[in-house]
C-alpha cells in the first residue's frame, strides 16, 4: 500500500512551544521527579533544537539528541507518556525504527508491556509483513515480523516525531493486519502544521511537545 504526501519545509524556530492541556498533563505527571525551582516543561522543550537545511536544503530538522543526553528531560518525557496509560490493557509496544526504539523500550518496560520493532526493509529475520509508504524525502518500505503480535492484542505505536503521519499510518496497518488493536499512537513531537493525525484515520493519539 503506498501513500503519498509531501511535507513542507518548516521555518526555522528555537524550541517547541507548549499548549494548554498538553502542558497540564505534562506537569501532572513530573511531582515524582522532585525538580524544585524550575519549570519542568521549559527544561523540556528547550532540549529540541532546529537544525536548518538538514536532511535536505531548504529543511529544518527537529533534533531530539540534547534531550536524550539529558537524564531529568528524558525521565519526563517518559513519565509523561506512560502517565496516559496507566490503567489501560497494553500488551505490547510497537517502537518505529529507529528512534522510536529508544522510547517505545523505555515505555514497554515502564507499562509492563512487550516490544516488537517496525524496522525498515531486509533488516528483520524471518518472514515480514511489508508496507511500501511515501513521505516527504522520498519512497520508503517497513517490516514486521509476521508472528509478532497475537490476535487481539492491545497495542501502543511509539515514534519520536509525528510529521505528514505517513510513517505513523504505515505502521498502523502492520499491527492491523495481524488482527491486533491500536489503542494508540504516541509520540514525543508533533509537528502540527503538517496535518498527520489526519492521515492515522480517527485512531488515537498523544504527542509531549507540539510545534506549528
Known amino acids: 500500500m503506498v501513500r503519498k504526501k509531501v511535507a513542507p ?18 506537569r501532572e505527571s513530573l511531582p515524582l521527579l522532585g525538580v524544585e525551582g524550575e ?3 521549559a527544561r523540556i522543550a528547550a532540549r529540541v533544537r ?6 535536505t536544503p531548504g529543511a529544518n530538522y527537529q533534533d531530539i539528541t540534547p534531550l536524550l543526553a539529558d537524564p531529568v528531560a528524558l525521565h519526563m518525557v517518559l513519565d509523561a507518556l506512560a502517565h496516559r496509560f496507566i490503567g489501560q490493557r497494553i ?6 525504527e529507529s528512534r522510536g526504539f529508544i522510547f517505545g523500550g523505555a515505555m514497554a518496560a515502564r507499562l509492563n508491556a512487550g516490544f516488537v520493532p517496525v524496522r525498515r526493509a531486509g533488516r528483520l529475520p524471518g518472514k515480514t509483513d511489508r508496507v511500501s509508504y511515501s513521505q516527504e ?4 518500505e517497513l517490516e514486521m515480523h509476521r508472528d509478532a503480535l497475537a490476535a487481539g492484542s492491545h497495542v501502543l505505536v511509539v515514534d519520536d516525531l509525528l510529521a505528514t503521519g505517513a ?8 499491527v492491523e493486519r495481524q488482527d491486533a488493536e491500536v489503542v494508540c499512537v504516541a509520540f514525543v513531537l508533533e509537528l502540527t502544521s503538517l496535518g ?5 484515520d480517527g485512531r488515537p493519539v498523544v504527542s509531549i511537545l507540539r510545534l506549528d
Open 9 to 26: 519545509a518548516l521555518p526555522a524556530r528555537s524550541h517547541p512551544t507548549p499548549r494548554g492541556g498538553e502542558r497540564d498533563a505534562v
Open 167 to 174: 510513517t505513523a499510518a504505515a505502521v498502523c496497518e502492520l
Open 196 to 200: 498527520g493525525r489526519a492521515l492515522l
Open 39 to 41: 519549570d519542568p516543561w
Open 91 to 96: 500488551d505490547v509496544v510497537v517502537g518505529v
Open 137 to 140: 524525502y522520498g519512497e520508503l
Open 50 to 55: 532546529t537544525i536548518a537545511d538538514f536532511p
